[in-house]
Nanobody
Framework: HVQLVESGGGSVQAGGSLRLSCIAF????????MAWFRQGPRNGREVVAG?????????????YYADSRKGRVTISQESGKNQVYLQINNLKPEDTATYYC?????????????????WGQGTQVTVS
């Protein structure tokens, strides 16, 4: 039974930072794709970033790739654990969303869109 538990959301002022955390329980594979998605008040769910837990390969979707290059968005993994983080710096009001952690334990790479199998309950981030 796979379970994902997210934490780290909250209400912050624009320009601030947050680090979201996700722990996955019940995964026996040595490699999986863990990823963060988000859903804003006026948007559908969208991919933010993924990471392959076996080798640390990261994937950033669309505009988040540019954000990652600027150090605004970073996905990372706790070494040796099925625990991932999403660091978001210089938060903007448009970052307001529910952030969801997900995993596909059958993957040694990330396909992300439509491919994740298990989901957490989400953690709310509100930027004002």
């Amino acid at each position: 039974h796979v379970q994902l538990v997210e934490s780290g959301g909250g209400s912050v002022q624009a320009g601030g930072s947050l680090r979201l955390s996700c722990i996955a329980f019940g995964i026996t594979a040595s490699t999986s794709c863990m990823a963060w998605f988000r859903q804003g008040p006026r948007n559908g769910r969208e991919v933010v970033a993924g990471i392959v837990t076996g080798d640390g390969t990261t994937y950033y979707d669309g505009p988040y790739y540019a954000d990652s290059r600027k150090g605004r968005v970073t996905i990372s993994q706790e070494s040796g654990k099925n625990q991932v983080y999403l660091q978001i710096n210089n938060l903007k009001p448009e970052d307001t969303a529910t952030y969801y952690c997900s995993v596909n334990p059958l993957r040694s790479w990330c396909e992300l869109e439509g491919d994740q199998q298990y989901w957490g309950q989400g953690t709310q981030v509100t930027v004002s």
